[in-house]
T-cell receptor, first 114, second 110 residues
């Protein structure tokens, strides 16, 4: 199993550019989430999905879009990048069971917006 | 006030010391997670627990649901334990969303 994969590992954008961060998992997990990690702050939830075709907003959704057309993939789209979106982005997945939802994280994408 | 508070924020220990990291939360939860993040690295799950105590190697995690408190202990600490340790909780009745603490940065020296 590859686990949770993310691409790219690093990205530099100019203000106003758009891009898609890719996330895929091969563990047949129902739940997938996107988080951003900023210095001095805990991980914050951007968007999450409880299954294919179902997505919802997290704590900091503005400026980001997601879709979940398959169980495996959960891409995160930046519509018009802003310097405030400079951050490290993590994708995570888990089963939906309350008694066992161990979290599996991707390696992260370090994004810089100039 | 954050829903999940960790203490201390930073911790320096000598090799071999017994280490305790604390996590307090203010909401009802389904489960609590302890995660580890090495410098520049990804995040790995150490424990998920909803009651009692779990042990894995030199790591022990405990939770007291009534007091809304959890502790992560590292016995016989080693420099390779140097990392950020993060506490996170699932709100009551949901496995889909986590709320995170800001992490405890641990440095273990020789």
């Amino acid at each position: 199993n590859a686990g949770v994969t993310q691409t790219p590992k690093f990205q530099v954008l100019k203000t106003g550019q758009s891009m898609t961060l890719q996330c895929a998992q091969d563990m047949n997990h129902e739940y997938m989430s996107w988080y951003r990690q900023d210095p001095g702050m805990g991980l914050r939830l951007i968007h999450y999905s409880v299954g294919a075709g179902i997505t919802d907003q997290g704590e900091v959704p503005n400026g980001y879009n997601v879709s979940r057309s398959t169980t495996e993939d959960f891409p995160l789209r930046l519509l018009s990048a802003a310097p405030s979106q400079t951050s490290v982005y993590f994708c995570a997945s888990s089963h939906s069971w309350l008694w066992d939802n161990e979290q599996f994280f991707g390696p992260g994408t370090r994004l810089t917006v100039l | 006030k954050n829903e999940v508070e960790q203490s201390p924020q930073n911790l320096t220990a000598q090799e071999g010391e017994f280490i305790t990291i604390n996590c307090s939360y203010s909401v009802g939860i389904s489960a609590l997670h302890w995660l580890q993040q090495h410098p520049g690295g990804g995040i790995v799950s150490l424990f998920m627990l909803s009651s009692g105590k779990k042990k894995h190697g030199r790591l022990i995690a405990t939770i007291n649901i009534q007091e809304k408190h959890s502790s992560l202990h590292i016995t016989a600490s080693h420099p390779r334990d140097s990392a950020v340790y993060i506490c996170a909780v699932n709100g009551y009745g949901t496995a889909s969303k986590l709320t995170f603490g800001t992490g405890t940065r641990l440095q273990v020296t020789l």
